[in-house]
């Protein structure tokens, strides 16, 4: 049974289809990757997933409709979403920020245990731990990002443009972190703006185009298609 399982999902800003009637699943375990042009609808459906845009159709997570359910109970479901733009808390520091991923649980010394299992993903924030997050670079803030996320213990990782406005090396990092976090059991839902990047990481993948998924398939297989490569991968 896949973890993660949408039919004909539609989303509409106003009068404008940003999604037509979508099909995905994600298995547990995987780490599929969602990619396509600027404006093709990929951030609206992450967020229509998670409960923060109107949708229709069919959303099944562990073989349940989450389709009203409220966002808070995502979260303690399992579901986390690392947004676009990160949304850290910039006047909070590291640490509270951190924290603030945790604020479902109540489990105490859990919650301790992952915050230093954190530090060890990323050092940097450990040596910034006490610093105000907006002071942060941005691959910093990514990190941030996805750290307080990993502190609600998801078993579903909505990733938004992990490497949007980063440095080379920081990409580099972060989907190595990715790679990592997804060999730990995490299943993963990957929205990237760097394709190549995005199929080499990931099992499977689903190409999005004006609001419809016109490609899918193995990761390792659409990375030769000539098409994406032509499309997708500027060449």
């Given at each position: 049974m896949s973890l993660l399982e949408v039919s004909g999902l539609n989303v509409s800003y106003g009068g404008i289809k940003a999604v037509r009637g979508i099909d995905l699943e994600v298995a547990a375990g995987e780490l599929v990757c969602l990619i396509?042009?600027?404006?093709a609808g990929k951030t609206t459906t992450l967020k229509a997933l998670a409960r923060l845009l109107p949708a229709h159709g069919k959303i099944l997570?562990?073989?349940k409709s989450i389709a009203q359910t409220p966002v808070f109970d995502l979260v303690r479901?399992?579901?986390?979403?690392?947004?676009?733009?990160?949304?850290?808390?910039?006047?909070?520091?590291v640490e509270e920020n951190l924290l603030m991923?945790?604020?479902?649980r109540r489990d105490t010394q859990a919650i301790r245990h992952d915050l230093e299992k954190n530090y060890q993903l990323?050092?940097?924030l450990f040596e910034r731990k006490t610093q105000q997050a907006g002071t942060l670079s941005g691959g910093?803030?990514?990190?941030?990002?996805?750290?307080?996320?990993?502190?609600?213990?998801?078993?579903?990782?909505?990733l938004d443009e992990p490497s949007?406005?980063?440095?080379?090396?920081?990409v580099n990092k972060i989907f190595e972190t990715i790679r990592a976090i997804s060999a730990?059991?995490?299943?993963?839902?990957?929205?990237?703006?760097?394709?190549?990047l995005a199929l080499e990481a990931s099992h499977r993948a689903y190409v999005m185009e004006s609001g419809t998924i016109c490609l899918s398939g193995e990761s390792a297989t659409l990375l030769n298609d000539p098409q994406v490569r032509h499309a997708y991968l500027g060449e």
């Amino acid at each position: 049974m896949s973890l993660l399982e949408v039919s004909g999902l539609n989303v509409s800003y106003g009068g404008i289809k940003a999604v037509r009637g979508i099909d995905l699943e994600v298995a547990a375990g995987e780490l599929v990757c969602l990619i396509g042009a600027n404006g093709a609808g990929k951030t609206t459906t992450l967020k229509a997933l998670a409960r923060l845009l109107p949708a229709h159709g069919k959303i099944l997570y562990q073989g349940k409709s989450i389709a009203q359910t409220p966002v808070f109970d995502l979260v303690r479901q399992g579901i986390a979403l690392v947004p676009e733009g990160r949304g850290i808390f910039g006047r909070l520091s590291v640490e509270e920020n951190l924290l603030m991923g945790a604020y479902s649980r109540r489990d105490t010394q859990a919650i301790r245990h992952d915050l230093e299992k954190n530090y060890q993903l990323f050092p940097r924030l450990f040596e910034r731990k006490t610093q105000q997050a907006g002071t942060l670079s941005g691959g910093e803030q990514q990190m941030l990002a996805i750290g307080r996320a990993l502190m609600s213990r998801p078993r579903l990782l909505l990733l938004d443009e992990p490497s949007m406005g980063l440095a080379p090396l920081m990409v580099n990092k972060i989907f190595e972190t990715i790679r990592a976090i997804s060999a730990e059991g995490v299943t993963i839902l990957l929205v990237e703006q760097n394709a190549k990047l995005a199929l080499e990481a990931s099992h499977r993948a689903y190409v999005m185009e004006s609001g419809t998924i016109c490609l899918s398939g193995e990761s390792a297989t659409l990375l030769n298609d000539p098409q994406v490569r032509h499309a997708y991968l500027g060449e």
